[in-house]
């Protein structure tokens, strides 16, 4: 069966970390490009994170400098680390994987064409 399971969300303090998981089964994420998303409460789901085959990276203005993405392929697993996290980051995280890149031109491709989703964890942040 051709799944991605998230883990790592829960409730911080503004301020906090957080590590988000991924892991995928049925497929093998060195032929995919990865990347995570997130919905925050009555907004659209946006890109936050994303990493190339290559390992080269992509983030959200909203998090630069305080998210990093990263991705083990021998684990078919991929992380993000989230630090000084705000109550603007509190959302349901979903990880995302499409054998096209994630981000093109400076835009992300829409959340609605990527192939394949997991279920979400959710990330809440309290001040």
């Known amino acids: 069966e051709v799944q991605l399971v998230e883990s790592g969300g829960g409730s911080v303090q503004s301020g906090g970390s957080l590590r988000l998981s991924c892991v995928a089964s049925g497929f093998t994420y060195d032929a995919y490009c990865l990347g995570w998303y997130r919905r925050a409460p009555g907004k659209e789901r946006e890109g936050v994170a994303a990493i190339k085959r290559d390992g080269s990276t992509t983030y959200a203005d909203s998090v630069k400098g305080r998210f990093t993405v990263s991705k083990d392929n021998a684990k078919n697993t991929l992380y993000l680390q989230m630090n000084s996290l705000k109550p603007a980051d509190t959302a349901m995280y979903y990880c995302?994987?499409?054998?096209?890149?994630?981000?093109?031109?400076?835009?992300?491709?829409?959340?609605?064409?990527?192939?394949?989703w997991g279920q979400g964890t959710l990330v809440t942040v309290s001040s």
């Open positions: 995302a994987a499409d054998r096209r890149q994630l981000t093109y031109g400076g835009s992300w491709r829409d959340p609605n064409a990527l192939e394949r």
